[in-house]
Every structure is written in C-alpha cells, then in structure tokens.
C-alpha cells in the first residue's frame, strides 16, 4: 500500500456522488478501540476559512460514541467492489458484531486515525464543531418527517480537513 499526500483542493470526482450514492465510511477511535459506520449524507466544502467536511451521526450509532470521544475523525472513500461491505456498517452496529471481521477490510491507521488498506482515499479531520439537530429547529417540517419519521435524531459534526490520502 502506498500512501500519497494532497491538498484537499486536489481531491477530484463529484462531492454529491461519492457521499449519496456511492457511499463513504466515517471512523473514530485509536489503535486498541474504534469504530466505523456508513455514511451517505454529509458536505463537504469551506467553514471558517477551513477545508472541511460535515457528517451526521445518529444518535443510536456506536460510532458517535467513539467521534465524542475523540479530536480526530476519519472519512474514508472505498475503491470499487466494496458495496457489501458499506452494506455491513451501515446496517450492523458494532456493539453486536466484528465489523472488522463481517466486512474484511483491513484496518490500518494514519495519523492517528482508523482507515482501511481497501480505501481508495482517506481524509483526515479534526473536530472544529459539533451541535445535536432538534426537531424544533427543522424549518422544513417535510424533511423532518421524511427524514425523521421515528425520531432517532442527527449530531452535525463539523471537521477541519488535515489532511488527504491517495492510496495509490
């Protein structure tokens, strides 16, 4: 496995695409106890003169437990051929099963962060902001219900970008 260092701005593809369709795993934790899930909604651009990308975790998933208790979060994009495994961590939770095990992906850590040998890309972030997404605050009433119809309500995590891995 090689590892290559870029700018975030260099990162190529359509944003929209890899996060809604073709899906992206998040991951905290260290090296002795972490955790991943898949993500399919999320943003990425520029906040406070920041690269940076926005994750939401749901309440119920055990990663949010291992993301509160960490600085760093990983995002992490699959190479191809990897559907059945982004299926296993978004579907089973890691308080019942090995996900290492059930998806075979191959952890690795960079930086201080979980990733697997399987990714295509790895992006680095640091917490900048975090806020619980109430059902008051939702100005359009049919997103909440579409998205929320029973209840098991987002964390918005905002992370600074640090770095990104091409693995080549």
Wanted: glycine content about 8%; charged content about 25%.
């Amino acid at each position: 496995m090689s590892l290559k260092e870029i700018n975030p701005t260099e990162l190529g593809g359509n944003v929209i695409d890899e996060i809604s369709n073709k899906w992206m795993l998040l991951a905290a934790g260290n090296e002795s106890k972490f955790n991943f899930m898949t993500v399919s909604w999320g943003m990425m651009g520029e906040i406070w003169f920041e690269p940076a990308i926005t994750a939401y975790v749901r309440e119920s998933r055990y990663t949010k437990e291992f993301i509160d208790s960490n600085e760093l979060f990983s995002m992490i994009s699959l190479k191809d051929g990897y559907k059945k495994a982004l299926q296993i961590a978004g579907s089973k939770s890691g308080r019942d099963i090995d996900k290492v095990k059930e998806t075979g992906l191959t952890p690795l850590f960079i930086d201080g962060v979980p990733s697997f040998e399987e990714a295509a890309y790895t992006i680095v972030c640091k917490k900048m902001y975090a806020d619980f997404m109430p059902q008051e605050n939702f100005i359009d009433k049919q997103a909440f219900k579409k998205a929320y119809p029973e209840g098991n309500l987002h964390t918005m995590y905002i992370g600074k970008i640090l770095k990104v891995y091409l693995n080549k």
